[in-house]
């Protein structure tokens, strides 16, 4: 990479996108920010995390002396990752869709702008980092395991890997914190966003509960014994223990109830009062088509791998299953494995793609009662 060249930053208003373009800055690189709204704001109360995060975005903007550009990408955020969140939910599902909107709208924004303003790179707050060679870009684990988000960026391609710097990839979050109050920037003690990609942080089944209808129904043990009523399969997810409702069920000692599985077809959510229930443990899972961002990995070939964002990495062999597909089997069970989640492959410290998980496989050899 050529110190200097012009580099389009995603400014998001967050402390790490903050301390990311200061350190390009420092790097002798010309940053510009971009500042991307990608969900129109509604009439929920108290509700304008956009209008805060870009006043905020500005006021860094004019700290660091660097143009903010400023974009409204709802509509391609809508089409190309809400749509999809939608459907998977119908299907009874959990998806991720900051994978998605990484892949479908961020990285493209960056790129879209930074050829229309003739700045030959992109960068990002994430934690990653990234190897730029010969036979092409490797996406590589973040320096800190507790903040990597390797995970979601899984589903990059060459062609937005290629020109992107991530300049937090060296950095531990605490030294983060640290760089942005030494610099005097406003959001050093800000608050970390969480939350759906670009919604934010919101009371998730009331707004779900807005574009989907949610029908209520029966909570069964696995032997088929109705001990409670569920408000609608979609706002629970394998595993939870929180939240079910259940209490003084005839006959139970007071050991919590999770939830271990769903029977969409009778519309029963599944509990039990076992963490680790044989209906929350998977040996093996399909995936749909895997996406890798370089090349393959070889057959057979020992990988790690995780399931959700942060979760240790696990060691896994992978196999191809039919067309577009793969098989992959753990050396240990994993516990609550789901569908509609994306299952993401690391050989070392590097990120080679990842896949959504179709059916781990209790959920294509557990027989629930009638």
């Known amino acids: 990479m050529t110190r200097g060249a012009r580099v ?114 992109v960068a990002s707050g994430h934690y990653a980092d990234a190897r730029h060679e010969a036979d092409g870009s490797r996406l590589l684990r973040a320096a800190d395991d507790g903040k990597d988000q390797t995970y979601f960026l899984c589903r990059l391609t060459q062609e937005q890997l290629q020109p992107a710097l991530f300049p937090l990839g060296p ?92 029977d969409p077809d009778r519309n029963r959510l599944i509990a039990a009062q076992q963490s680790d229930h044989p209906l929350l443990l998977s040996g093996s899972l399909v995936t749909e088509a895997p996406h890798w961002i370089r090349q393959p990995p070889a057959a057979g070939e020992s990988l790690q ?8 990495l696990q060691p896994v062999r992978i196999a191809a299953s039919g067309p577009g597909a793969l098989t992959v089997r753990f050396v240990t069970p994993q516990r609550a494995v789901t569908p509609g989640q994306s299952i993401v492959f690391y050989r070392d410290r590097e990120c080679l793609g990842g896949a959504v998980i179709a059916a781990g496989d209790t959920e294509t050899g557990a027989v629930l009662p009638v």
Request: net charge positive; glycine share 10%.
């Open 8 to 121: 389009i930053l995603g400014l998001s208003g967050g402390v790490d996108s903050a301390v990311a373009a200061a350190r390009l800055l420092k790097d002798g690189y010309r940053v510009e920010g971009l500042f991307m709204k990608n969900w129109e704001e509604d009439d929920e109360p108290g509700y304008c995390a956009a209008e805060a995060d870009l006043a905020m975005a500005r006021e860094v903007a004019n700290v660091l002396g660097i143009p903010l550009h400023k974009a409204n990408y709802s509509a391609e955020y809508w089409d190309r990752v809400f749509t999809h969140f939608l459907s998977e939910y119908r299907a009874g599902r959990t998806p991720n869709p900051d994978i998605l909107c990484n892949r479908e709208v961020k990285f493209p924004a960056l790129l879209d702008h930074a050829r229309r303003l003739g700045a030959s790179h």
């Open 171 to 262: 950095l531990q979050k605490t030294e983060v914190r640290r760089l942005a109050l030494e610099m005097g920037l406003p959001n050093h003690a800000r608050k970390d966003s969480t939350g759906i990609c670009f919604i934010g942080e919101r009371r998730f089944r009331d707004f779900l509960a807005r574009y989907l209808h949610a029908p209520e129904g029966d909570i069964c043990t696995p032997e088929g014994r109705v001990i409670g009523r569920h408000r609608g399969l979609m706002f629970y997810t394998l595993g939870q223990r929180q939240g079910l409702g259940i209490g003084g069920v005839e006959g139970a000692g007071e050991s919590p109830w999770y939830v271990v599985a769903k």
């Open 305 to 312: 791998a995780r399931i959700r964002h942060r979760q240790t």
